[in-house]
C-alpha cells in the first residue's frame, strides 16, 4: 500500500508557472507506475499526464503537451508536475495517483491509490 501527499498548488496569474509534489510513504514507490489528474469545478475528472516506474516513459493529455512536464525520484519518494504556461483553464483540484500496471494508464480505473489533491487558481 503507499499513500499519498500533493502539494505545491496556489493562485498564479495566467501565463506563470507552478510545480506540483506528490510524496509517497512507504519503500515500493518505485514499483507503481504514476499519473496526474484533474478535476476542475462541475466537471469530471480527467487525465493530465503519466509516468513508468522508472521514469523513462512518461505519456500527456493534448490539453498539456509542451507545457507540463511530469517527473520522479524514486530515491525521495516523490512525483513532480512542472506547468508552465498555465492558463485559466488549467483551474482545478491536481490529485496524483499510483498504479501496480505495467502498461501506459490514462484511465482513472487503472489507478489503486490517490492523494487527496491539491488546488491550482490560474486568473486571467
Known amino acids: 500500500q503507499v499513500q499519498l501527499v500533493e502539494s505545491g498548488g496556489r493562485l498564479v496569474q495566467a501565463g506563470g508557472s507552478l510545480r506540483l509534489s506528490c510524496a509517497a510513504s512507504g519503500r515500493t514507490f518505485s514499483s507503481y507506475a504514476m499519473g496526474w489528474f484533474r478535476q476542475a469545478p462541475g466537471e469530471e475528472r480527467e487525465f493530465v499526464a503519466f509516468?513508468?516506474?522508472?521514469?523513462?516513459?512518461?505519456y500527456y493529455a493534448d490539453s498539456v503537451k509542451g507545457r507540463f512536464t511530469i517527473s520522479r525520484d524514486n530515491n525521495k519518494n516523490t512525483l513532480y508536475l512542472q506547468m508552465n504556461s498555465l492558463k485559466p483553464e488549467d483551474t482545478a483540484v491536481y490529485h496524483c495517483a499510483a498504479s501496480r500496471r505495467v502498461a501506459r494508464v490514462t484511465r482513472e480505473g487503472d489507478y489503486d491509490y490517490w492523494g487527496q489533491g491539491t488546488q491550482v487558481t490560474v486568473s486571467s
Open positions: 509516468i513508468d516506474w522508472s521514469g523513462e516513459d512518461t
